[in-house]
Every structure is written in structure tokens, then in C-alpha cells.
């Protein structure tokens, strides 16, 4: 980084003063053109005063959907504005059946990674949500999903079989190395729902790159993740609603409730083991189906709970979601301005990061 008053610009630009994180230096950061600069920008509004952190990403999100399905435009964009107000600047989209393309016109609305629709098989997956296919014609869809994504790809691992009343793998271990294998080929990367144990092994033995949810993972597997550094995103605040949705099913899949009940139980420990053996974890909320938008700094707080220290909970949010991402993970000259102002020290109080004091976005205050 250029040393803070080493040069002086003459150009129109914006000015927060503060502490950087993840450095932790007092600095003073200007805004000019759309990029950070520490060099000294005469004639800079200053606009705010507190702790800078990059913008805040959620790593499973889906916006364009509700609990319905594809939501308009208008909802879209109510979405992603709430998102923006939430201080999240980068959302990975882990499946959408809307077509959110648009969004990548509009300089004031978070930037979306997206995997494309859900996989799913047929009729074992939420109605309106996932390109149905049998398992032989996962690696065609496969090839179609990256064709749509940036990037990524979204299996759906595990759903309620209703012949076992129970939840069960979606697909045959023999099916998914070469959908996986694919999607490779193609530069892309694939991801899974996934609640239960059962599929794990077949999924991590198809060369699998990252697990949403991931409550059934056993410390065999996560010896196998963090070798591999297979990404896990465990949507905490969904995963705290397992009860609610065991209530649910109880009376015509008993079997399932009881299981969604033992998941939800052991998640704390099994995340705490996968995180203490090295698995990479980041941030995701799994807003857009039944989840309200905007909740990321509650996620934020949710791993922290499970023993992650503050720094790496919040790192889990913002610079390591965001290198994991292929995103300019921190605040460093020259890089895109997308930043968040707080009026406090996050690593002494995630709290704080429900408060946002200020949002750039592409350099432009927004919030």
C-alpha cells in the first residue's frame, strides 16, 4: 500500500477515515474513480469514521427466488436492495430458477455469482425451483447449468424419499463423476444440497468442491474435506429451523423428523470438528426460499458461536469469502471499492455488523 500521505491527487472523490481491516491499520482511505487509494485526495468528502471492512458476502443466497419459486423483477430487485442495505456487496447464488442477468446492469445492486438452476432429481426437490433430470442425464444438465452460472454448479444431493419416508441420495455414486468430471472440463466448480450422511461419501469420492449444509458430515469425511479443502457452507440460521420443518413432516414422514432432529442436534460439534480440522467454512444464510434477505451479519455471529474466533468468523463473511470467490478478498490500492464503515470494532463485537454506518458499492455511497 502507497504510505498514507506520500502524494497528493487533485480529483474528485470520497474519504473514510478509520481502521482497515483485516490489517487493523489506522488509515485513511480515499475513493476515486471507483478504486481505493491511499493517497491523499484533495478536495475528498469525508463521509465516514469507524472500522472498514470489505463487503460483506453471502455464500449461499438465492436471490430471484421465493418459497414459490421465481420471483418478478420487481421482487428481484427488492432483494437485492435489501441485501445492498445489509452491507452484502457479493451474493454466490447457490440456484435460482429466475433469470437474473439484469442485475449485472445496474451499478448500485450487489454483484451475483450465480450456479446456474438447482439439479435436482425427479420430483425429489422443492416444486418450480430445480432442473428435473434422471441420472443419466446429469452430465447434459450439468453442461447446461455452467453454460447459465458463473462459475458454479448446484446438485441437489439429499431430498424426503417418499417410499422411505425418510431423506435419501438423489443420485447413484456412478452417476456423479462424470456430472462432476463435466462440469470440471467446463472450468466450473459443483456444489451440493445436502442434510444427511448418506450421500457424502459418493459425492466427496466424485471430486465434489463444496457442501451447503453439510449436517451429516462425520469426522471420517471431514479428515477427507480438509485434505481436499472441501468447502463447507453451513447455513446456520436455516440449519436452526430443522425442528420447525421436523414439526412439519412428523405426522406423514415420522421417520424424517426424527432424523432432521438428530441433525440439527449434532451440528454444532460436527461443525466445530470440521472447522478445528481445517475445512474451509464461509458464510451463507440460504435466504430466498423461506428465509428473509439481509441476515448475513447474524450468520457472521452464528459461527462465532460454534467456536470460530471473531476474526475468522468475520473472514468467513468478507477477505476469505471473497479470494475463495476469485474476488480481491481486501482493501488493498487500486482494488474495486465495495466496502462496509462500522461504527465499532466487529472482532470486539460482531454485532455491530447489523449497522451498518456506511455502504460503497463500486464506489458510489449507497447506503
Same mark, same amino acid.
Given at each position: ?20 481491516? @483485516? ?19 484533495? #478536495? ?50 447457490? #440456484? ?54 458463473? #462459475? ?19 443420485? @447413484? ?25 448418506? @450421500? &457424502? ?93 439481509? &441476515? ?13 474466533? @471473531? ?35 466487529? &472482532? ?12 460503497? &458499492? ?6
Amino acid at each position: 500500500m502507497t504510505d498514507p500521505g506520500s502524494a497528493t491527487v487533485d480529483r474528485p472523490g470520497i474519504h473514510v477515515r478509520g481502521v482497515v481491516l @483485516p490489517d487493523g491499520e489506522h488509515r485513511d482511505l480515499y475513493v476515486v474513480d471507483g478504486r481505493v487509494t491511499y493517497e491523499r485526495v484533495r #478536495g475528498a468528502t469525508t463521509v465516514a469514521n469507524g472500522w472498514v471492512i470489505p463487503g460483506l458476502v453471502d455464500a449461499h443466497c438465492h436471490i430471484g427466488l421465493d418459497q414459490h419459486g421465481a420471483v418478478s423483477r420487481a421482487d428481484q430487485e427488492v432483494q437485492a436492495i435489501t441485501e445492498r442495505s445489509a452491507g452484502t456487496l457479493l451474493v454466490r447464488d447457490a #440456484g435460482s430458477a429466475a433469470d437474473t442477468r439484469w442485475i449485472d446492469g445496474r451499478e448500485d445492486l450487489p454483484r451475483i455469482i450465480r450456479a446456474g438452476r438447482h439439479i435436482a432429481r425427479t420430483r425429489r426437490y422443492i416444486p418450480n425451483y430445480a432442473e428435473e433430470v434422471e441420472p443419466e442425464d446429469l452430465p447434459d444438465e450439468v453442461e447446461r447449468q455452467a453454460g447459465r452460472g458463473d #462459475g458454479w454448479v448446484k446438485l441437489v444431493g439429499d431430498w424426503i424419499d417418499r417410499e422411505r419416508g425418510d431423506l435419501a441420495p438423489c443420485w @447413484p455414486a456412478d452417476a456423479l463423476g462424470p456430472a462432476i468430471a463435466r462440469a470440471h472440463e467446463l472450468g466450473a466448480r459443483v456444489t451440493a444440497h445436502v442434510f444427511s450422511t448418506e @450421500p &457424502l461419501p459418493g459425492l466427496l469420492a466424485a471430486g465434489i468442491d463444496c457442501l451447503e449444509h453439510g449436517t451429516g458430515i462425520t469426522d471420517e469425511l471431514v479428515a477427507i474435506m480438509a485434505e481436499r479443502q472441501v468447502a463447507l457452507v453451513p447455513t446456520l440460521i436455516q440449519v436452526a429451523n430443522f425442528p420447525t420443518y421436523a414439526d412439519h413432516g412428523e405426522r406423514k414422514f415420522p421417520a424424517y423428523a426424527g432424523h432432521m432432529r438428530r441433525l440439527h442436534h449434532r451440528m454444532p460439534q460436527a461443525l466445530r470438528a470440521a472447522y478445528e480440522a481445517g475445512v474451509p467454512i464461509y458464510a451463507g444464510t440460504d435466504a430466498g426460499g423461506s428465509l428473509a434477505h439481509g &441476515l448475513v451479519a447474524l450468520e457472521v455471529q452464528a459461527l462465532h458461536g460454534i467456536g470460530m474466533t @471473531p476474526a475468522e468468523a468475520l473472514g468467513a463473511a468478507t477477505w476469505r469469502a471473497r479470494d475463495w470467490l476469485g474476488r480481491p478478498s481486501g482493501l488493498a490500492e487500486g482494488d474495486e471499492a465495495d466496502f462496509v464503515v462500522l461504527a465499532a470494532d466487529p &472482532l470486539t463485537n460482531l454485532a455491530v455488523l447489523s449497522e451498518p454506518v456506511r455502504v460503497v &458499492l463500486r464506489g458510489r455511497v449507497v447506503g
